[in-house]
């Protein structure tokens, strides 16, 4: 039982890796086990909607049972991450936040999870929870996608989601099925790169291990 547990796991996570779909000769393979093991799993997972078989291309996929199980991390996210965000967002002076990838119809969006505005400063930028942009658009985005290529260092843009807006972001890497990032948005040039940038750094890797304790 303990096996078939640890085996059904893998097979989400490799699906969660892979988001085309792969066939059950595919899974096989890449779990070391048969073919008709992997069908059993399948078969279980798809009675309680976690993942789908297509009947035109036979390949498996996650299923929106998974989405249910993804709306119940989002509030340990923010938790963990707030107390980080708040001390970022008062030594920078600038919004704080945390943004997580989501994979919507046909695309890919950066969706925050935390935010926290600094407790002074004369202006800052309307960052709510919830906001979404496009995964390639933005510092949050941008920099969940350098850290699906390995790169745990920062990014940072101007003006991509709003007129004089600048924001720098690193990955959360180490997280195990989270791809998210930890960013600071201002107006202006009040954000300097070379010093804001090792702060986010570390934010990222502060909560990325605490994360992982939890």
Known sequence: MTATLERSLRLLTVLA????????????????VSRPAVYRMVATLQAHGMVSRSPSDGL????????????GVTPV?????????????????????LTVAELGPGSESAVAVAVVEPAHSDMHV???VGSRHPLDRGAAGRAILSGRLGDAGF?????????????????????A?????VGVVTIGPSLHPALAGP????????????????
Request: no cysteine; aromatic share 2%; hydrophobic share 55%.
């Open 177 to 181: 099925g989270l791809e998210a990032s």
């Open 17 to 32: 890796d892979d988001r085309q779909g792969l066939s059950v000769s595919d899974l096989a393979a890449r779990l070391s």
């Open 77 to 97: 996210l923010h938790d963990v991450a707030v107390p980080h965000l708040r001390r970022l967002a008062d030594e920078m002076g600038a919004t704080a936040h």
């Open 199 to 214: 702060r986010v750094v570390a934010t990222a890797a502060a909560i990325a291990a605490a994360l992982a304790l939890g």
């Open 60 to 71: 498996v996929r996650l299923g929106l049972g998974v989405l249910a199980l993804a709306r």
């Open 155 to 175: 990014v940072v843009t101007e003006g991509e989601l709003q007129p004089g807006a600048v924001g720098i972001a690193a990955p959360v890497v180490g997280v």
């Open 126 to 128: 309307a960052y709510r």
